[in-house]
């Protein structure tokens, strides 16, 4: 199975930032990537999809890139209401698998 | 708009059988574009694909679970099921369904899909 690494696991930061999460793919993937944002006790939200594609309702400041084995979500100016955990995930193979996630917390 | 609704027992016995449905409104679990999924989550951690249904109802599965669950088709038309026997504690999580879109770009570059659409999740335990 498609092993997917996330990093940082934690990162802080203050309203305004910009943040870049990492995610690395064990093998290739193509552009068969999401990222996911997850509130405490919430379901998680598609914020990108297909590594680079803005779903819709997500504002602009998020944005995706990479392809392969190296994927990056950013976030322009992070946000009050962007502090939480984001995954990514790979469907690039029929066993799907999720990141183990990265948790914006508030400096 | 488009609702998934798990339900089920929130407390199983150790080695029983966990047995989830997930209610679909706003849309048909037949159309082509949408595959059916569960995902679990324990406490504090990270997200496990346990798999999916097709609508041809076909399913594939997380190999580690793949011995011990089944997902259908539920009675009603627009319910799917999620069966995991021999339960044990560490199968206490909150567990999701999710409705997987599949599409392709329309410059004929390729597919995609993703989850466009969760329930909200129904935390089970197992213990005696």
């Known amino acids: 199975d498609i092993q997917m690494a996330q990093s940082p696991s934690s990162l802080s930061a203050s309203v305004g930032d910009r943040v870049t999460i990492t995610c690395r793919a064990s093998?290739?993937?193509?552009?068969?990537l999401s990222w996911y944002q997850q509130k405490p006790g919430k379901a998680p939200k598609v914020l990108i999809y297909?590594?680079?594609s803005l779903q819709s309702g997500v504002p602009s400041r998020f944005s995706g890139r990479g392809s392969g084995t190296d994927f990056t979500l950013t976030i322009s100016s992070l946000q009050p209401e962007d502090f939480a955990t984001y995954y990514c995930?790979?469907?690039?193979?029929?066993?799907?698998?999720f990141g183990g996630g990265t948790k914006v917390e508030i400096k | 708009q488009v609702q998934l609704q798990e339900s089920g027992p929130g407390l199983v016995k150790p080695s029983e059988t966990l047995s989830l449905t997930c209610t679909v409104s706003?849309?048909?679990?037949?159309?082509?574009?949408?595959?059916w999924n569960w995902i679990r989550q324990p406490a504090g951690k990270g997200l496990e694909w346990i798999g999916r249904?097709?609508?041809?109802?076909?399913?594939d599965y997380n190999p580690s679970l793949r011995s011990r669950v089944s997902i259908s088709v539920g009675t009603s038309k627009n319910q799917f099921s999620l069966n995991l026997n021999s339960v044990t504690a560490s199968d206490t999580a909150v567990y999701y369904c999710?409705?997987?879109?599949?599409?392709?770009?329309?410059?004929?570059?390729?597919?995609?899909?993703?989850?466009?659409?969760w329930g909200q999740g129904t935390l089970v335990t197992v213990s005696s």
């Open positions: 999710a409705r997987e879109y599949v599409s392709f770009f329309v410059d004929g570059s390729g597919s995609y899909d993703y989850f466009d659409y």
């Open positions: 706003g849309g048909s679990i037949s159309r082509e574009s949408y595959y």
């Open positions: 249904i097709y609508p041809t109802g076909n399913a």
């Open positions: 093998q290739s993937i193509s552009n068969y």
């Open positions: 297909a590594a680079s």
């Open positions: 995930q790979q469907t690039y193979t029929t066993l799907l698998t």
